[in-house]
Structures are given as structure tokens and as C-alpha cells.
């Protein structure tokens, strides 16, 4: 059987930066944007914690990581399997393996 269509599809685009910096105040964090070295930083601050990143979508993504595993948020023994799992079940693209040599 397969999986039923899915009722949304996002993926990162000109379309999601305003929409994730809304997400993000109204989570009750601050936003600030800088340029350094030449390079966007987008930090969010608020509760006693502050993000930073190079767009407002890895920035809603870490806060995201931060509310679901708390100030624990580190990498754990054994966590790393998943990411090889997907990694390996990837189609190959131009016959080599998406993650490379070292995957």
C-alpha cells in the first residue's frame, strides 16, 4: 500500500525566511541580523538562551533541536546510526553514493 499523498510540502526557499522569523518572535525570542566576515548571522535571544545561524530557518531548526532534547542537546551514544541509516538508504546520484567516502 502506498503512502497517501501528503497534505504539505515545504522546503527551504525565498518563501520561508519571513514566516520562520515570525515563528521565532512569537516563540518570544528576540532577533538581531549582522553580517560578519562577509557572511549573514542571525541570532535569537530570549530566556536565557541565545541561537545563531545564517538564515532564519537553521536558526527556528536549532531552537526546535533546543525545545525537543532541552540544554542536553549534544549528540549521544549510539544517535549517530540514524544518520547512516539515511545516509545508506539514499539512491545513488551519477553513480557514486550521496554521502561520500567517509559517510
Known sequence: MEDPEPRLRVRV?????????HA?????????YATVGGQPQ???????RHFSATSPEEL???IAMCEIRGDSWRIR????ALYHAILD???EEDGEEL???DG
Not at 526557499?13 to 522569523?21: D, S, V, W
Request: hydrophobic share 45%.
Open 77 to 80: 551514544p549510539g544517535e549517530a
Open 99 to 101: 554521502h561520500g567516502d
Open 24 to 32: 521565532i518572535v512569537a516563540k518570544g525570542y528576540a532577533v538581531t
Open 89 to 91: 538508504a539514499a539512491p
Open 13 to 21: 526557499a525565498g518563501n520561508t525566511l519571513i514566516p520562520c522569523l
Open 42 to 48: 542571525w541570532d535569537a535571544a530570549g530566556d536565557g
Open 60 to 62: 527556528l531548526g536549532l
